[in-house]
């Protein structure tokens, strides 16, 4: 199976800043990486999918990039609303689907 | 405008069978491409998948759990219904339905509410 790692686990941030977090899978993926925001009692919202396709109604600050086993998520100005848990997500066809372990976005 | 909403019991004894229905709307699972697929979240812990299926009967597991899981779908009603047999205490979790399309995205696009089950005794 393939395994997705995400880091970090915790990223402490203001209002403004810009964020990066990363997600490596163990073997390429192409580019069937998704992004989902969850916030606390919330389903997860899907961001981003095929690696760098933005979903409807997602604000542009976001933003994915990468292929094969590297990508990354980047929110160029951080704003209040953003403070949540980001996950990614791969589905290799030949593989099971499987979702990082998270990246949580703490007020600094 | 595609909804899809999870029930089932909230509290079930260890051993027993938990049966979870997504009850949806606004597509069709026998259109090509449409999946309807569970996932759940332990308490302060990450998402795992459980499970697949597709428009035409495909159905697809976690290794982890795949002799304990079994989805069926009900076009008609639009029904998508997964048991869990042997439930255990470390299976507490909010469990999640949600649409994907495997063709364009493979990604859940849109997400149940979740309902949250207690596995005790």
């Known amino acids: 199976d393939i395994q997705m790692t995400q880091s970090p686990s915790t990223l402490s941030a203001s209002v403004g800043d810009r964020v990066t977090i990363t997600c490596r899978a163990s073997?390429?993926?192409?580019?069937?990486l998704a992004w989902y925001q969850q916030k606390p009692g919330k389903a997860p919202k899907l961001l981003v999918y095929k690696a760098s396709s933005l979903e409807s109604g997602v604000p542009s600050r976001f933003s994915g990039s990468g292929s094969g086993t590297e990508f990354t998520l980047t929110i160029s100005s951080l704003q209040p609303d953003d403070f949540a848990t980001y996950y990614c997500q791969q589905y290799n066809s030949y593989s099971p689907l499987t979702f990082g372990g998270g990246t949580k976005v703490e007020i600094k | 405008q595609i909804t899809l909403k999870e029930s089932g019991p909230t509290l079930v004894k260890p051993t027993q069978t938990l049966t979870l229905t997504c009850t949806f709307s606004?597509?069709?699972?026998?259109?090509?491409?449409?999946?309807v697929g569970w996932i759940r979240q332990p308490p302060g812990k990450a998402l795992e998948w459980l499970a697949l299926i597709y428009w035409d009967d495909d159905k697809r597991y976690s290794p982890s759990l795949k002799s304990r899981l079994t989805i069926t779908k009900d076009t008609s009603k639009n029904h998508v219904v997964l048991t869990m047999t042997n439930m255990d205490p470390v299976d507490t979790a909010t469990y999640y339905c949600?649409?994907?399309?495997?063709?364009?995205?493979?990604?859940?696009?849109?997400w149940g509410q979740g309902t949250m089950v207690t596995v005790s005794s």
């Open positions: 073997q390429s993926i192409s580019n069937w």
């Open positions: 606004g597509f069709s699972l026998s259109t090509s491409g449409v999946g």
């Open positions: 949600a649409h994907l399309i495997f063709s364009a995205r493979r990604a859940f696009d849109i």
